[in-house]
């Protein structure tokens, strides 16, 4: 995500007075908004984009039907989902409810508690680019040629012509570009493709080169600013 992108948000509900005050809302957070009327139709837009947050005025079976499906999705970063609802309840699978009547003060405060774990999980699921070649080492201290092509807050995806195998531990240093100096990073492989391809999760980073990982990636993994305070 670029400073020039935002998150995206699908808004379903046929109530323009709830429309008028959640679209404010969203707006000022720098959140783009695309309405849909009805949950029947909802799963055929939630396919075709990249939605981070789905807002459902709650109609029952319907809205609960949806909301077990976008669960039962492939999708393995899931959406953020704000029920609003008249009834005191909370349903299965939904993070956030909105009590109706929905007030500007309420829907707020409600929004805001979404975006802020919207946040918390691009950050941990989002992915910088990297080609960084580095010499690893395995657990039997082996000479493992590898390149880094990307990193994030758990862990690392690389290439490497040498054969790996799941679960295998691998520790390398890495220097970020701009960062004060090399970090220390051991992984572990969880799973590897063809042509080279690994996921690896982080085992252990010294806390001095947690620090210089997690500044730089605030650099890079940059959002939206809202225009009001979150």
Known sequence: MTPDMAFECLLISHD???FGVVNRILRDLSICTNLCLSSS?????????????VVIDWDGEA?????????????????????????DCHPPGVHVVLKKPVTAESGT???????SKMVQEHRRHARCALMESVNASDDSNRSVPVTIID????????ITKSDLVVGALLSFRLLLAGAIREIYIQVRVLWTKEYGRAGCEFVRIPPV???ILHDWLKRKIKIKKPLITV
């Open 109 to 115: 405060k409600s929004i805001k508690s979404a975006y």
């Open 209 to 211: 080169d947690v620090t």
């Open 16 to 18: 323009p007075g709830v």
């Open 63 to 87: 809205s609960s039907d949806l909301v077990q499906e976008i669960w039962k999705t492939s999708r393995w970063k899931k959406p953020t989902i704000v029920a609003i609802s008249a009834v």
């Open 151 to 158: 990193i994030g807050d758990g862990g690392v995806g690389l």
């Open 41 to 53: 139709k909802a799963p055929k837009l939630l396919a075709s984009g990249s939605t981070d947050l």
